[in-house]
Structure formats: structure tokens, C-alpha cells
């Protein structure tokens, strides 16, 4: 049977002051709105598509290079920032088997030096190639590391350094498009209407993917089939589409922290992706969601406090992975000093489901609705399904706050003072 990611709403619904049936009529209005295209921000709707159309060259030449890398067992160094690195960063860290090394290192996305200098010297005498990705081209911390990383590229590979960069950037616009034509980089292109944070299952995030080894056929099939799933408007057959509801009901009632939570650290950085998509999405005129994020246990015994008795004006959304296919069998003690003998023969993932359902219902009683987003399993195709499943309930959500979901101009007033500080802005 088709792994579907769902919504579990038992422990939400008792929070919503109305039925959440009233925002069918609206929800319905914006989903024809963005197959019509005639919603705020039409023109930035190219990732709706991107499972359906994949661009087969690209995607052809993205499996090569691959290929090529592994095989010569080179490590690519991703520069970018934002939505230009965090979609592969997040699909690594999914899918990665703790403790497994990684050859996909990722930069550009601070101004650190210190970083700078211990990946030089790490660097130094591997091989490596370089996958330097900015929608604009100008963005300043991906291109300084550029800089810093190409140098040091030149200097390893002074005949053949330009052969080593592919460039992911706009297809005729920006210096990085400019400087890739000049020298030659080998170009994958991100399209004028596809968002940097809704980039992930364009080349931005398939070529880091593809090199640590993720099965891009399967992360498009999981889009694929999240695309047709999510073509339905009725809230009752659309759990994206009850998400963005639910989310703005709480919203409406003043619940306007979201705390992303998982039970899996590899989780953490589908978290730093997912606030990216819904905090720079929604985040405009005065409106929005803060969307936070934890990694339970661990963070119990810090911020579950505040979850508990804090002030209360949150909500939990549970990134919950179903099935886990490895597992740790807890033992006899002989000695049994830490009286814990009672648990022998349940795994670790038995410990864990308790954990959490003792979670929810101290949570829910102390006044904090959950929704918990079911992931199957941890593999690609779950993941492509995922990605898709909250862009599209991002989409859905912005548009009922009535703010356009694909621009981000409180971003450009950071850039403008730091450029004017630097002297860069004339
Ligand atoms: O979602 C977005 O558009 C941003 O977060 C960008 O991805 C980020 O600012 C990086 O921009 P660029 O790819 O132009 O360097």
C-alpha cells in the first residue's frame, strides 16, 4: 500500500473554538486560486509542478555526475543559504544513518571564518568539488565562502578547477550566472517562478541529495504522489489542506508560537527547513506564526517547562515517524542497580512511543494542542511526499492569512543596513 503522510487531529480537535468545516468554502476558493494562478503571488508557482514536469536532462545529468563522484569518492562542498541549502541539508540528515560520514558538506550559510579556515584545512588534501547555488547571485555569504573555497580549488586544480563548479542559479540573471558563463561552470538552472524555499525538488536540493546517495526517482515519486493526493480541496480528504486550517484556527485563537516537535534527531533540520517555508512565508504585515522547533526528550528536561506552564499561546506539530526499522533491545541486568529490569525485552522504540503519548496528554491537559503529522518511514519517497505535503499547506495557510506566501521583504531591509555598513550599497 502507498505510504501516505497524515494528520492525526484527536488531539487538536478539542482545542478549536468552531468546526473547521466553516473554512471549507474559503480553502476551496484558494486552491482554484492557485490552479487558476490568480492569487497574490501568482507568478512564483512553478513548484506545484516540479514533481509532474521534472526536467529529464537536468535530472539525467544530475544522476552522472553523481556517479562520477561517488565513484571517484570526492566530497562536494554546497555553498548557499537559506532555501538554497537547507532542502538537501534536511533530506541528508533524514535519511543518514547515525554516525555514517558524510562527503556533502555544506557552507555559505554564515559569515564565519573560523568555519571558513578549518574547512580549507579539511579540504586541503581531498578531493572535492563545488556545487554553489544562489537564486539571485549576489546573496553576500554564499559568495564569500564562493570566493574563499574556489581559490583554494584553483590553487588544488589549476588546469581543471573551472570543470569542478557546477553553478545552480538563474538561467540569464545575477553576477553568479554571469561569472558561470564567463568561465564556463556547468549551469543548472532555477526557475523564475520557483522560490528559493520552495526550491527543494528542483536541482537545488536533488544534486546534494543525489551525491550523498538519496534515490531521487523515489523523493520525486513521493511529490508525485503527494501532487495528485492533494488535488482534492475537501478538507476531510486533504490532510495538507486541514493543516493550514488548523494552524490558522489556532492562529485566530491567539495560539501563535508553533513549536515543531520530533522524536528523532535527524529530524532537526526538516524543522530548520520547515520554519524557513512557513516563517518567511507567513511572517509579512504585522502577521504570522513564530514557528519554533524541539527534539523530544532531549528538550523536555529545558523548554518542556515552558511547553507545560508557560505562557499559553502554543501549539505542537508532531513530525511522527511511524515505523523504525532498526531498533535496540533492551537487556537483562544481572545486577539490575538501576531497577530497570521491568523493561527487558522492549525496544527502545517501545520507550519512545510512551514518551511521547505521556507527552500529549500532560501537554494537552496543560492546554497546548497537538497535531501530529504521521511520516510513515524514513525514506525517500516518504520524504518527497512530505516536502510537497507542507509547501502546499504553507501555500494554503499564507493565503488565509492574506499575505503573499513567495516574497520575503523584510529580508531585503537586513541585507540593505549590513551593504550600507559594508560600503556596498552606493
Ligand atoms: O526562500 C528564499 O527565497 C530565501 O530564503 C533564499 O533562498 C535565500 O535568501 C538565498 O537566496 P539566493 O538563492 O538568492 O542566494
Not at 119 to 146: H, M, R, V, W
Not at 297 to 325: A, K, P
Not at 415 to 422: D, I, R, S, V, Y
Request: proline share 3%; glycine share 8%.
Amino acid at each position: 500500500m502507498k505510504e501516505k503522510i497524515t494528520v492525526n487531529k484527536q488531539y487538536l480537535l478539542p482545542f478549536l473554538k468552531e468546526d473547521y468545516h466553516v473554512y471549507q468554502a474559503k480553502v476551496k476558493e484558494i486552491h482554484n486560486g492557485l490552479i487558476a494562478k490568480t492569487l497574490l503571488g501568482s507568478d512564483f508557482l512553478g513548484w506545484l509542478d516540479l514533481p509532474v514536469n521534472p526536467k529529464t536532462e537536468e535530472i539525467n545529468f544530475i544522476k552522472d555526475f553523481s556517479k562520477k563522484i561517488r565513484k571517484e569518492k570526492a566530497y562536494l562542498v554546497v555553498i548557499g543559504i537559506g532555501g538554497s541549502y537547507l532542502g538537501a541539508k534536511a533530506a541528508i540528515s533524514f535519511l543518514a544513518k547515525p554516525f555514517s560520514s558524510s562527503k556533502v558538506i555544506f557552507a555559505g550559510y554564515n559569515t564565519k571564518g573560523e568555519y571558513l579556515e578549518g574547512l580549507c584545512k579539511f579540504l586541503q588534501n581531498k578531493d572535492f568539488y563545488i556545487n554553489i547555488i544562489s537564486k539571485s547571485g549576489t546573496t553576500l555569504e554564499p559568495a564569500l565562502s564562493f570566493r574563499v573555497i574556489k581559490n583554494l580549488l584553483a590553487k588544488k586544480y589549476p588546469d581543471t578547477w573551472k570543470e569542478r563548479i557546477v553553478a545552480t542559479t538563474d538561467k540569464a540573471r545575477g553576477a553568479l550566472y554571469t561569472e558561470s558563463v564567463n568561465n564556463g561552470y556547468t549551469k543548472l538552472v532555477i526557475e523564475d517562478n520557483v522560490g528559493g524555499r520552495y526550491s527543494v525538488l528542483s536541482a537545488v536540493g536533488l544534486l546534494a541529495a543525489s551525491v550523498y546517495g538519496i534515490n531521487i526517482d523515489k523523493l520525486l515519486k513521493g511529490a508525485l504522489d503527494a501532487y495528485k493526493d492533494l488535488l482534492n480541496p475537501s478538507l476531510d480528504k486533504n490532510d495538507a489542506y486541514f493543516y493550514a486550517v488548523a494552524r490558522y484556527m489556532l492562529y485566530k485563537d491567539n495560539k501563535v508560537t508553533e513549536l515543531l516537535i520530533n522524536y528523532d534527531e535527524s529530524l532537526n533540520y526538516l524543522s530548520e527547513w520547515s520554519k524557513q517555508l512557513f516563517c518567511e512565508s507567513e511572517g509579512k504585515d504585522k502577521k504570522g506564526l513564530l514557528v519554533g522547533s524541539m527534539s523530544y526528550t532531549t528538550d523536555l528536561h529545558s523548554l518542556g517547562q515552558y511547553v507545560q506552564d508557560g505562557l499559553r499561546n502554543v501549539f505542537e506539530t508532531i513530525y511522527n515517524v511511524e515505523n523504525v526499522s532498526t531498533d535496540y533491545l533492551i537487556s537483562e541486568d544481572d545486577k539490575n542497580y538501576d531497577k530497570l529490569n521491568s523493561l527487558a525485552g522492549k525496544h527502545f522504540k517501545d520507550i519512545t512511543g510512551a514518551a511521547m503519548q505521556g507527552v500529549i496528554n500532560a501537554h494537552t491537559e496543560g492546554g497546548v494542542p497537538n497535531i501530529i503529522i504521521n511520516i510513515p518511514s524514513k525514506n525517500a519517497y516518504c520524504l518527497g511526499y512530505l516536502f510537497y505535503f507542507l509547501e502546499k499547506a504553507c501555500a494554503i495557510s499564507a493565503h488565509l492569512l492574506e499575505v503573499n506566501p513567495f516574497n520575503q521583504p523584510g529580508v531585503e531591509s537586513y541585507k540593505k543596513e549590513m551593504f550600507k555598513l559594508l560600503g556596498l550599497l552606493k
